[in-house]
């Protein structure tokens, strides 16, 4: 586990102590880890379309099973 001490405005304090009673957390710290938590869950890394191409001819082609290669090999 990592501590740190960080500086938050009221505004940032007041919502994490919404966050903490509404969810009946022990202390802030559970707080943000659930507004993390929350919000890591938004992010999708963005593909490059150059690579999205690439990877949908990858999945389109032809694959061996290990029993197949094995046999090529």
């Known amino acids: 586990m990592v501590q740190a001490v960080i500086d938050i405005d009221e505004k940032t ?3 994490l102590n919404i966050v903490k009673a509404k969810y009946g957390l022990k202390d802030k710290s559970q707080a ?3 507004v993390v938590g929350e919000y890591e869950q938004t992010l999708e890394p ?4 150059e690579y999205k191409v690439k990877l949908s001819k990858i999945i389109k082609g032809k694959h061996l099973s290990r029993a ?3 046999r090529e090999t």
């Open 68 to 70: 197949e290669f094995e």
């Open 13 to 15: 304090n007041r919502v």
């Open 32 to 34: 943000i880890n659930l």
């Open 46 to 49: 963005e593909l490059r379309p």
